[in-house]
């Protein structure tokens, strides 16, 4: 039996004059699935986000979320969405629980329900015990937790979040994707953007891969790893390769040269050992010096850099 679809994107382009953001997006994200997007900056992530949530209006496209057009019935489907941005979206004079009610009124929450939503969200992040500290005085961390906790006031169907753990200690971040598969396991919808890669293969159903604006490839993290990851040696040389090494690093896997000095080296390869024994025995012959060198076995990390030519933070 087919999934119900939550949210369906169609030829979505946005031009920003003659830059092309977003290339003719097509996706759809299921009823009740967690949902990765991932890819380096200027992929079209955030973009595609602001179209979602009505901050930003396409150049061309058709989006229906929960069986409904976005552009039709734009208030009555962002009042079932939380939005979650990169930036912090409250008043860091005020309280978290300040906060929590000046947002909680925009909803159009009142009394006891309100003031009941406020302890769930507050509870739900971790801050229930910080609940009357001024925000300004919080950490980083802290303040993300926040900032989830405003998204989840009106009890959202969907729940799009754009890089939540960004710049936050452990003990936060820990917190913040327990609740979040806390409330995807609740039923919630969670649509999903990080740049640690670890995060989406761990909690995605699904991935979706942007780059250039463009859908490069989506299916679950399983299935992506099984069908492109290779393993994957990077190598960073003490000093400058030259196009004679490189030569001779091809022989073992696919070469990818990060810098332009030609020092920090990508080697893909499906066959892990040999190519080790050989750069060894390069290293031995020509005198070769490694300033740093590690392995990375297939998984989803490798995946992307095999689809882009880059690491997620690029």
């Known amino acids: 039996m087919r999934p119900e679809s939550m949210v369906t994107i169609e030829n979505l382009r946005k031009c920003y004059g003659e830059t092309e953001a977003v290339k003719g997006l097509d996706l759809e994200i299921f009823r009740g699935e967690f949902f990765g997007l991932l890819g380096p900056n200027g992929a079209g992530k955030t973009t595609t986000f602001g179209i979602l949530t009505g901050l930003i209006e396409p ?34 004079t005020l309280t978290a629980r300040e906060n929590a009610a000046f947002f909680g009124r925009i909803y159009g929450l009142r009394g006891r329900s309100l003031t009941d939503r406020i302890h769930v969200v507050l509870e739900t992040v971790g801050l229930k015990d910080r609940s009357e500290q001024q925000v300004a005085t919080f ?47 609740s039923g919630v919808t969670v649509l999903y953007a990080t740049h640690y890669i670890e995060e989406a293969q761990r909690f995605c159903h699904r991935v979706a891969i942007l780059d250039y604006g463009k859908l490069i490839a989506l299916d679950t993290p399983g299935v992506l790893i099984q069908k492109f990851g290779r393993s994957l040696i990077r190598i960073e040389f003490q ?20 810098d332009d000095q030609k020092r920090k080296i990508h080697l893909e390869t499906d066959h892990t050992e040999n190519a080790l024994k050989s750069l060894l025995a390069l290293r031995e012959g020509r005198g070769v010096l490694f300033k740093t060198f590690d392995i990375v076995e297939p998984n989803l990390e490798t995946v992307f850099v095999h689809l882009t030519g880059r690491s997620l933070r690029d």
């Open 239 to 258: 000093e400058v390769s030259d196009e004679t090494l490189l030569r001779e690093m091809e022989r073992f896997g696919s070469v990818r040269v990060l």
């Open 59 to 92: 150049t061309e496209g058709h989006i229906s979320i929960n069986g409904f057009d976005l552009l039709l019935r734009p208030r009555k489907l962002k009042a079932r969405m939380g939005f979650v941005p990169q930036s912090f979206a409250f008043y860091p």
């Open 139 to 185: 950490s980083n961390g802290m303040k993300r937790r926040l900032n989830l906790a405003l998204g989840l006031l009106h009890e959202p169907d969907l729940l799009i979040l754009d890089e939540p753990t960004v710049g936050v200690d452990t003990q936060s971040r820990n917190a913040i994707l327990e609740s979040l598969e806390a409330l995807n396991r």
